[in-house]
């Protein structure tokens, strides 16, 4: 049984589900612990396939499954990373991390057992594996961009969830700073593989993080070539 699948998926936008189709007739079978990458030109529907396995939105038709169950029946835990980090500026970038901690407390009783202090050692030790040790203390306008964006991946990855969702997350630094986060995030998969689903306009990007790559085509939607493709460095 695949982790996430997409069957006979359509979605169309606005007029009741008679409006702009984004997505045609898309079947997709993702395992767990996989890394896949959506690329494709602008408007092909990579952000749209984020947004039905978050449950943001239901298809028009067809079935969209994590885990066996109906993406809204979910407790599979997820986590978030956008272009744009966007961190609450009024809490630190410790406090900023531990959102998500705090979150899943009601639902999962290990959680709801940790102080507050047990969430800061988890923040601060996933802000030391992406490099921002001694950051936690700092407000977000005091990071550079790559940094917020560090503090981002932490975020999404601090609750240690299942399936992590990555949209263009790279794609506003400079490339010095990208291919540096390319070897944190590739790091960070190996020691927990989530399943994550990426979406991405580089193909090298693509290439160098993931084990699959779906390139997908505009108007209307859908997957053109699925492939998997083999890893760029070595895995540990
Ligand atoms: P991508 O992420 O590949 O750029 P999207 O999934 O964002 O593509 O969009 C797919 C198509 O659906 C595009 O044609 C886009 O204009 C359209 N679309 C996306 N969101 C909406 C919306 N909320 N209302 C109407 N049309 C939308
Ligand atoms: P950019 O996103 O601008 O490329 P990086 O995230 O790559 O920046 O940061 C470059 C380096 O500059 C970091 O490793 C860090 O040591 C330093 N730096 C940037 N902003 C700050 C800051 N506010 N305080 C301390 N050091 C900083």
Redesign the pocket.
């Known amino acids: 049984q695949p982790f996430i699948e997409l069957s006979d998926v359509v979605?169309r936008?606005?007029g009741d589900g008679r409006?702009?189709?984004?997505?045609s007739n898309t079947n997709l079978r993702i395992d767990e612990g996989d890394f896949v990458a959506?690329v494709?030109?602008?408007?092909?529907?990579?952000?749209?396939?984020?947004?039905l396995v978050s449950g943001l939105?239901k298809p028009s038709s067809g079935g969209v499954f994590l885990a066996g169950r109906e993406v809204a029946a979910n407790r599979v835990g997820i986590g978030l990373a956008f272009q744009n980090p966007t961190m609450m500026p009024w809490l630190t970038i410790r406090e900023n991390v531990m959102i998500p901690l705090k979150i899943v407390e009601p639902y999962r009783s290990e959680y709801a057992r940790k102080k507050k202090g047990e969430f800061a050692d988890r923040a601060d030790a996933m802000l030391a594996k992406v490099g921002l040790a001694g950051f936690g203390d700092k407000r977000p306008w005091e990071l550079s961009g790559g940094m917020l964006q560090r503090a981002s991946l932490c975020r999404a990855l601090v609750h240690e969830p299942r399936l992590l969702l990555l949209?263009e997350p790279f794609g506003a630094l400079d490339s010095f700073t990208r291919e540096e986060l390319w070897e944190i995030m590739q790091d960070l998969w190996i020691e927990t593989r989530p399943t994550v689903l990426l979406?991405t306009h580089d193909l090298r990007e693509a290439a160098y993080l993931a084990n699959r790559i779906c390139v997908?085509t505009?108007?209307p939607?859908r997957i053109l070539e699925d492939r998997d493709v083999p890893f760029l460095r070595p895995r540990t």
């Open positions: 979605v936008y606005g409006g702009t189709l984004a997505l959506l494709g030109p602008s408007g092909c529907g990579k952000s749209t396939i984020l947004k939105i949209d979406v997908m505009a108007r939607g």
